[in-house]
């Protein structure tokens, strides 16, 4: 059986406004506002500024209602 290296490994990102880079291979990241792991070919969503990933819609809604709370 081929094993791709890191395959169960949590990736490093980093996000830019229309597309990612993969620092470090890995098979997902984890949701910045629910520490959901996401995999990769499921990433829909993310922010360039914050240099995170959300799981849905509603995540990005959650992360956005505690950064107004909190200001």
Known sequence: MLRTPNA???ALLE???CDYRIIR???FVRCGA???PIPLD???YWSAERQEAYA???AV???LR???KAS
């Open 8 to 10: 169960g490994a949590e």
């Open 42 to 44: 499921d990433l829909r």
């Open 15 to 17: 996000y830019s406004d």
């Open 25 to 27: 291979q890995g098979h």
């Open 56 to 58: 849905d819609p509603e």
């Open 61 to 63: 809604l959650m992360r």
């Open 34 to 36: 629910t520490g959901k």
């Open 66 to 68: 505690a950064e107004s």
